[in-house]
């Protein structure tokens, strides 16, 4: 299987991007998905994560108001709204697939910068 990221760049404060991961080789409606980042120096840190079926997501508290995950099963792409950003939400990006009993599936990640 295979996961590749998208739209990451460079924004200025309180702007908005839209994150896109493509999902192949694998039957995508029976993953959850989440989307994880990594600034630099720290530790890889989940973000955001929907069930297979889209019916429940989570998020982490620093980003809940502000990001929306969302997948949509027909095109076997889950997606991250990033909104209201911060400097601090300054990370790379990575899509994540799981599934209980199996070995997970990671993106290459994409950059996304807040600066002014």
């Known amino acids: 299987g295979q996961l590749v990221e998208s739209g990451g760049g460079l924004v200025q404060p309180g702007g908005s991007l839209r994150l896109s991961c493509a999902a192949s080789?694998?039957?995508?409606?029976?993953?959850?998905m989440s989307w994880y980042r990594q600034a630099p120096g720290k530790e890889r840190v989940l973000v955001a994560t929907i069930t297979s079926a889209g019916s429940s997501t989570n998020y982490a508290a620093s980003v809940k108001g502000r990001f929306a995950i969302s997948r949509d099963n027909a095109k076997n792409t889950v997606y991250l709204e990033v909104n209201s950003l911060k400097p601090e939400d300054t990370a790379v990006y990575y899509c994540n697939a799981r599934r209980a009993y199996y070995r997970d599936y990671w993106g290459q990640g994409t950059q996304v910068t807040v600066s002014s």
């Open positions: 080789g694998f039957t995508f409606t029976s993953w959850d």
